[in-house]
């Protein structure tokens, strides 16, 4: 509509223009924070879906549809959060029907309530989905496949299992210090050679105080602590084994295998 003059009543073309360059000048800044947006979500490591109050899709980005395999001809803004996942078991991804994993984020959903959980896909990979609510109404989750990082949880766990096996089938006692001279591994053949209780020589005990509590226990009747700790240290810097009471260095640490 024509600007007016407050005067006459006539169009004002100079006002005119005005108005019309602001209204430009709000589209074009508009226009620049949803590319801005867009290229800030196309660019996330991680797999995001926004929804409305309907539970209808706002948007959603690349590595979203990536992780679940969802084909972007059918993941349009406005699509239903149900047929998505309905979308995802006629594909053969979920390893669950729509339904099932529709009851499990719907309190989710209802409650406004943030969450964090799993999904197993049919293929195996794990997906960590962070739920969160928005403000007026709707939420946002994101998505990351954790496959790799729960892998390597399970192989340090098998790992740790392993080294408890081996440490508990010695025929030797052992104590493991690291590089600060704290002992962080003992095991239980150390203690049935000495005749000791864990609570003798507790984790985090230094070389030093071990010594001391042997010969205060009276295992150890001859012995010269400051000479035992100086002669380790200096094989420790070395990079040489002695063993006058056992110890073995090895990657900045020490152990200390004892036998009778």
């Known amino acids: 509509m024509p600007v007016a003059d407050a005067k006459d009543g006539s169009t004002n073309p100079k006002r005119e223009a005005e108005g019309m360059d602001r209204?430009?000048?709000?589209?074009?800044?508009?226009r620049e924070q949803n590319q801005r947006f867009s290229a800030a979500v196309e660019n996330m490591s991680h797999g995001l879906c926004m929804f409305d109050a309907d539970e209808r899709m706002i948007?959603?980005?690349?590595?979203?549809?990536?992780?679940?395999?969802?084909?972007?001809?059918?993941?349009?803004?406005?699509?239903?959060?149900?047929?998505?996942?309905?979308?995802?078991v006629d594909i053969g991804i979920a390893?669950?029907?729509?339904?099932?994993?529709?009851?499990?984020?719907?309190?989710?959903?209802?409650?406004?309530?943030?969450?964090?959980?799993?999904?197993?896909l049919s293929d195996g990979r794990i997906v960590?989905?962070?739920?969160?609510p928005l403000a007026l109404g709707g939420w946002v989750s994101i998505y990351e496949d954790i496959t790799e990082q729960r892998r390597a949880q399970e192989d340090l766990k098998e790992q740790h299992r392993r080294f408890d096996a081996a440490l508990a089938n010695m025929s030797q006692g052992l104590l493991m210090y690291d590089a600060d001279g704290k002992m962080i591994?003992?095991?239980?053949?150390?203690?049935?050679?000495?005749?000791?209780?864990?609570?003798?020589?507790p984790l985090g005990t230094t070389h030093r105080d071990a010594l001391e509590r042997l010969l205060e226990l009276g295992i150890y009747t001859k012995i010269d602590v400051d000479s035992e700790v100086a002669k380790t240290e200096a094989c420790l810097v070395a990079k040489k084994c002695i063993r006058p009471i056992g110890i073995l260095q090895t990657a900045g640490r020490f152990w200390s295998p004892a036998s009778r």
């Open 185 to 201: 591994v003992r095991n239980g053949r150390f203690l049935e050679l000495y005749n000791v209780t864990a609570a003798d020589f």
């Open 95 to 120: 390893s669950q029907t729509a339904d099932e994993l529709y009851a499990i984020r719907k309190p989710y959903i209802d409650q406004a309530k943030p969450s964090t959980y799993e999904e197993t």
């Open 59 to 88: 948007i959603c980005n690349g590595n979203y549809l990536n992780i679940f395999c969802l084909e972007a001809s059918i993941i349009r803004p406005g699509i239903r959060f149900l047929d998505i996942l309905r979308h995802s």
């Open 128 to 132: 960590s989905i962070s739920h969160r």
């Open 23 to 30: 209204s430009r000048h709000m589209e074009d800044e508009l």
